[in-house]
């Protein structure tokens, strides 16, 4: 607009003819100037907005999470370095009771004077009892404390959102968004701004915000055991932790270094003064009565009510899956077991795990490999239990058939020269295949304590043949890896299967198994008890393959207590009975054996002849085992023949076939041999070396051969007194 004025009724100060021009649309008042000299500014005043303090208080029981913490700290001073416009979100995820509230709160409060705008907080309830307040109800009340008027907040939530994004422009504000349900709980409600600080915490591992929005995830984990000593401590005083220190630690370890659990433990000790922290401990003992131990009868201080949350969730899919893994057998499990007991392919399988691990319901703690925390797994057991809709029973069958065909198929790629036992079709489960020894070698580690609890598990409910066969297929394995009490264990729980099933070629098949295993603990007349018991069962069966491998171990276990003569009679019956038989391997092993007797008895001319005809059986049927036995025999009567370096060749041929087969015993016993072998040659050095990596792998297995070795270790650097050549072998 224009105005010219003509001094009528113009403003003070402002001489007539002065004519202004204003362009656009003017807002509140208009000044009309005269003569300016200089620049003229005109400012509207910023109006006075309030400064949220809405930081809940922070708990005086917060203890540890210094790792954490320090996480935290450095994402802020990175926010605090970013020059480049990006804003700075923290998410804080974990399981239900971790402890993540918590640690948001008391972090806020310690950052808290670094954004003087204030602070805004919500506890969204993503999991609760209660509805979750949705994002337009937080955007309303965040509005309202920053001072937008009631009636100036749109009704829309896309505009609601960005009157909040504008609201806090430039201004230094901290955001705690906790509970949230997932990342589209909050992502209306997040800054644009990079003045301002936001910190979310959610059971979910909100993934898309990550990769969208570039979130900072900071997954917290159980507390450490210290760190659980202290919260108790910090909960019901020194005094009565440090007078009942083993109840303490059973406490710790029954509630899986929980916060929350640990939490309503504490409440209900401090509750009651005369109340044993032991007594508890035994009640938390029960895996069928834990969840009602840890229950203060409030909806957030129930364990079974704050995992529920979390179940509520998941699809129907997700959550049976989760129920499943509650009473799988096992300490943890895999994609294809997890894809066989749920009854879906592989990929399917891979989706419900990703939801249960996004819900931090499992944890994928390697790729590939899942477990759920103690207690989540004894909630999901419940669950599964009072779940009419979920058949347990063919569930649990598939799996045990998974477990049982693949080791099965795995234990004919370690020995498969070994005698073999027949599984019925009805029994198979072909999800997983494996091929190469490696492969073979490296499931069986991984599955090593699954495939124990699945032989529990069928023998508990009389699934007979099943837990016969999984000892069976776990045999090699445990011999080779010096697992000699598992070994036992296995094989008792399937001798116990058998006389129930009174299948009597598996009664005989376990004592000779059994016996094995005892044998190797030193307990000599428990393992001649089950050979004998084998023997006569064997006979009465007329199998004479039977009989044959039953003087094999007999004859081992004479060897072992240094009664070789009766030692080479029992390896000469073998051998008779293997020709008899037309069983090539068992023919060369039978040779070996009495190689290695002979040499016992200082007959070493006919070590070398049993064992290279031996060697030649082995090398055409590709025995690695037994010609690394046998090299190892060979090795140790040229050793006693004076023929050092023809002795170290062998050996070292025989450690290198050990090695690849993982056998970890016979490796370290071997590398003893070399040792010795060196030593008088005048190398000391690689003396000690061998023996120095024998006794590691004899210690790693509990064997008390490693006395021996250590003490040669020892006697070496004392000038060689008391060094004596070993007579351990095969």
């Not at 649990?396 to 020269?417: A, M, V």
């Not at 002979?598 to 085992?625: F, H, K, W």
């Not at 023809?646 to 016993?669: M, N, P, T, V």
Request: proline share 3%.
């Amino acid at each position: 607009m224009s105005d010219e004025n003509t001094g009528k009724g113009h403003m003070g100060g402002v001489s007539p003819g002065t004519h202004n021009e204003v362009s656009g649309t003017v807002m509140g008042p208009l000044i009309q100037a005269g003569t300016v000299h200089g620049g003229i500014h005109l400012h509207q005043a910023r109006p006075e907005w309030p400064t949220p303090r809405q930081l809940p208080a922070v708990s005086h029981h917060f203890v540890g999470r210094s790792g954490a913490l320090t996480e935290l700290g450095r994402t802020l001073d990175d926010a605090s370095e970013n020059t480049s416009g990006v804003v700075a979100i923290t998410a804080i995820s974990g399981t239900a009771g971790i402890g993540k509230t918590a640690l948001a709160i008391h972090w806020a409060h310690q950052i808290a004077d670094q954004f003087p705008d204030g602070q805004l907080y919500i506890n969204l309830k993503g999991f609760d009892t209660q509805s979750p307040v949705e994002p337009e109800q937080a955007l309303h009340a965040f509005l309202s404390a920053l001072g937008i008027e009631v009636g100036k907040i749109p009704l829309y939530p896309d505009a609601q959102a960005a009157l909040f994004r504008s609201t806090l422009n430039s201004r230094r504000v901290l955001i705690v968004l906790d509970n949230a349900r997932d990342a589209q709980h909050v992502r209306p409600l997040l800054p644009a701004s990079p003045t301002c600080f936001t910190i979310i915490t959610s059971r979910n591992r909100v993934d898309s915000l990550v990769a969208r929005e570039g979130v900072h995830r900071v997954i917290l984990n159980l507390m450490s055991h210290d760190d659980a000593r202290a919260l108790l401590v910090k909960r019901v005083g020194s005094d009565r932790v440090n007078s009942e220190p083993a109840a303490v630690g059973d406490v710790i370890r029954l509630c899986g270094r929980l916060p929350l659990a640990l939490s309503i433990v504490a409440a209900r000790v401090a509750a009651q003064p005369q109340y044993l922290i032991g007594s508890l401990a035994e009640d938390l003992l029960d895996e069928r009565t834990r969840l009602d131990a840890l229950d203060l009868h409030e909806e957030d201080l129930r364990i079974e009510a704050v995992f529920s949350w979390s179940l509520r969730l998941l699809t129907p899919h997700g959550s049976r899956l989760f129920e499943l893994l509650g009473v799988a057998p096992g300490s943890d499990i895999g994609i294809y077991a997890s894809a066989v007991l749920a009854d879906v392919p592989r990929s399917a399988a891979s989706v419900l795990l990703t939801e249960l691990t996004q819900a931090h319901l499992v944890e994928e703690y390697s790729p590939h490999r899942y477990r759920l925390h103690d207690l989540l797994r004894a909630y999901a057991a419940r669950v599964a239990g009072c779940d009419d809709e979920l058949d347990l029973k063919p569930a649990l069958q598939r799996l045990l058939d998974f477990y049982l065909h693949t080791s099965h198929s795995g234990d004919r790629i370690l020995d498969p020269l070994r005698e073999s036992i027949r599984i019925e079709e009805n029994h198979r489960h072909t999800s997983l295949s494996l091929t190469g020894r490696q492969q073979a070698q490296s499931w069986f580690v991984v599955e090593h304590d699954n495939l124990l609890s699945a032989a529990r598990y069928a023998a508990e409910n009389e699934l007979d043949e099943r837990a016969v066969w999984l000892a069976w297929s776990l045999t090699t394995f445990l011999h080779r890896g010096g697992h000699w009490h598992d070994y036992q264990e296995i094989q008792r729980i399937a001798l116990r299967s058998a006389l129930r099933a009174g299948e009597k070629s598996a009664q005989a098949i376990t004592h000779r198994n059994l016996g094995n295993a005892l044998a190797q603990l030193k307990r000599y007349d428990d393992a001649a008890e089950n050979h004998r018991m084998a023997l006569a069962l064997f006979e009465e069966l007329g199998d004479k393959r039977g009989q044959a491998r039953v003087h094999h171990a007999l004859g081992f276990l004479s060897e072992k207590r240094e009664d070789y003569a009766t030692a080479l009679e029992h390896g000469q019956h073998a051998l008779t009975l293997y020709r008899a038989g037309e069983d090539q391997a068992g023919e060369a092993r039978a040779l070996n054996a009495m190689g290695w007797y002979q040499a016992m008895l200082g007959n070493y001319e006919a070590t070398v002849s049993s064992c290279q005809q031996a060697l030649v059986i082995l090398r055409t049927l590709d025995d690695p085992t037994y010609e690394a036995h046998t090299l190892d025999s060979l090795g140790y009567a040229h050793h006693r023949m004076g023929d050092f370096e023809q002795a170290i060749s062998c050996f070292r041929a025989a450690i290198e076939l050990y090695r690849e087969l993982e056998d970890q015993y016979y490796f370290a016993a071997t590398l003893h041999h070399l040792g010795d072998a060196v030593h008088e040659l005048g190398n000391a050095e690689e003396a000690r070396a061998a023996w120095r990596e024998a006794a590691s792998v004899l210690h790693s297995i509990g064997h008390s051969e490693e006395e021996e070795v250590s003490a040669k270790l020892i006697a070496s650097f004392m000038g060689g007194e008391g060094l004596k050549s070993s007579e351990a072998g095969e």
